[in-house]
């Protein structure tokens, strides 16, 4: 929300249009289909309870939590609902339980790419025609290739609730998870703090730059950029 203001007070009315649609990208796109990804994920190994659920869908009204979607627009990050997982339905739990979690971010690169993709295609059309309207359009899908990566690697993070300690699940002995998990009420205070303290910007910037010019590498190949 400070973004935007002082981004109005600069008279930068393309720059605030940008993030207004880039809040609500997130909102009806990015994060409806983390989910749907989840929930697809869920279903092809073996549990049918969010499509039950009607969570099986690309339609964001079944995915929006309220709150949620105030605080992406307002703060910039916020949560979607949660898929609900029934890991005693799963084939294999604790393999398939990981798999599940993986999905989502996974999505996120996935869009990433394909906007990627865009931007790229764009900026080669731009170089051509000069033309402003594609510059504005190209200089969108830039935004939401990075947010879909910056969505990937936040949810990355091996930190109660986020994928990233459903993951590690799938990869930590139980013993050793369980042990870690009774610290989970902590974690997402933890992970607060570090964001509005700035503390986690340096390594969370550096990897969303290393995913973004992994993901840019193939279209720029293809465009001789």
Not at 14 to 21: D, H
Not at 30 to 43: F, I, N, T
């Amino acid at each position: 929300m400070f973004s935007l203001i002082k981004l109005i007070r600069n008279g930068d009315t393309i720059g605030a249009l940008m993030f207004i649609l880039s809040g609500c990208f997130v909102v009806f796109v990015c994060s409806p289909v983390h989910e749907l990804a989840h929930a697809w994920a869920a279903y092809k190994l073996g549990d049918d309870t969010a499509k039950r659920d009607g969570r099986l869908t690309f339609n964001p009204l079944k995915h929006i939590d309220p709150i949620g979607m105030l605080m992406i627009l307002v703060f910039g990050f916020g949560y979607a609902k949660p898929v609900p997982v029934n890991f005693g339905r799963l084939h294999n739990p604790k393999r398939d339980g990981a798999l599940v979690a993986l999905a989502g971010p996974t999505s996120n690169i996935v869009m990433s790419f394909i906007l990627g993709f865009g931007y790229v295609a764009l900026q080669k059309l731009f170089m051509t025609t000069q033309a402003q309207a594609v510059e504005i359009i190209s200089v969108f899908f830039f935004y939401g290739a990075y947010i879909n990566i910056a969505l990937a690697v936040f949810n990355l993070l091996p930190i109660p609730p986020l994928d990233g300690s459903k993951i590690l699940a799938g990869i930590l002995p139980d013993k050793v998870y369980w042990k870690y998990m009774q610290y989970e009420r902590y974690a997402m205070i933890l992970v607060l703090v570090l964001l509005f303290t700035n503390i986690l910007d340096v390594p969370l910037i550096f990897l969303e730059n290393l995913l973004m010019n992994l993901v840019l590498f193939v279209p720029k190949l293809i465009f001789g950029m």
